[in-house]
């Protein structure tokens, strides 16, 4: 099963029968599996299945639409528990950004946290997922792929949110506030936090 995103709505790849109440299409090839047709099949829901007896193909034709970009962030940890968010245009998200020539994802990762909040003195844990959105940018179809790691703040630096990718808070949470502010996020930061749970 492959799963992308479109903001907050999810496109599933599996093989299998249709589910009641979940809207589906049959895999096929050519510009039935474009991001424009996929999308107008939605209708009001959030959630979409593709149909295939081979659903890495399916997705794979779905990807030939798009450019794919790479880009990698983290989950950053303090030494109490708590985990930073950041709200960039008016959405709870995570730091994160596109990996450079020549960088490794995880050279990636700790790049961005430093250049987003501020915070150096972070240490990588190790891999946590892989999400995958597609929009639409410049005229042109984007499928970003995120890979994401756990990180431990090491020291007590105080976030500065970097306001030039805009980026207008960045916050330290836990507990109930943590979890509001994931579940009124995207879906790729709720399936980063899925997993991020799961390593416990």
Same mark, same amino acid.
């Given at each position: 099963?492959?799963?992308?995103?479109?903001?907050?709505? /999810?496109?599933?790849?599996?093989?299998? #029968?249709?589910?009641?109440? =979940?809207?589906?299409? %049959?895999?096929?090839?050519?510009? &039935? +599996?474009?991001?424009?047709?996929?999308?107008?099949?939605?209708?009001?829901?959030?959630?979409?299945?593709?149909?295939?007896?081979?659903?890495?193909?399916?997705?794979?034709?779905?990807?030939?639409?798009?450019?794919?970009?790479? /880009?990698?962030?983290?989950?950053?940890? #303090?030494?109490?528990?708590? =985990?930073?968010?950041? %709200?960039?245009?008016?959405?709870? &998200? +995570?730091?994160?950004?596109?990996?450079?020539?020549?960088?490794?994802?995880?050279?990636?990762?700790?790049?961005?946290?430093?250049?987003?909040?501020?915070?150096?003195?972070?240490?990588?844990?190790?891999?946590?997922?892989?999400?995958?959105?597609?929009?639409?940018?410049?005229?042109?179809?984007?499928?970003?792929?995120?890979?994401?790691?756990?990180?431990?703040?090491?020291?007590?630096?105080?976030?500065?949110?970097?306001?030039?990718?805009?980026?207008?808070?960045?916050?330290?949470?836990?507990?109930?506030?943590?979890?509001?502010?994931?579940?009124?996020?995207?879906?790729?930061?709720?399936?980063?936090?899925?997993?991020?749970?799961?390593?416990?």
């Amino acid at each position: 099963m492959q799963i992308i995103w479109y903001e907050n709505k /999810a496109l599933v790849f599996k093989s299998g #029968d249709a589910e009641a109440d =979940i809207p589906c299409v %049959r895999g096929s090839t050519g510009s &039935d +599996l474009s991001p424009a047709n996929l999308l107008q099949k939605f209708d009001n829901n959030n959630i979409l299945y593709v149909l295939s007896e081979n659903p890495r193909h399916a997705f794979e034709t779905f990807l030939s639409h798009t450019a794919v970009v790479e /880009a990698a962030g983290g989950v950053v940890e #303090d030494g109490t528990g708590r =985990i930073l968010m950041m %709200r960039r245009r008016g959405w709870w &998200d +995570l730091p994160k950004g596109h990996v450079e020539k020549g960088e490794s994802h995880e050279e990636a990762a700790l790049r961005e946290v430093a250049e987003e909040t501020g915070l150096r003195q972070v240490r990588l844990l190790g891999p946590l997922t892989t999400t995958r959105h597609f929009y639409r940018m410049h005229g042109r179809w984007e499928t970003k792929c995120t890979w994401w790691y756990g990180m431990r703040c090491e020291g007590d630096e105080t976030p500065v949110p970097q306001t030039e990718e805009d980026i207008t808070e960045t916050r330290w949470m836990q507990g109930t506030e943590l979890w509001q502010a994931v579940a009124g996020s995207y879906g790729t930061i709720r399936e980063v936090f899925d997993a991020w749970t799961k390593k416990e």
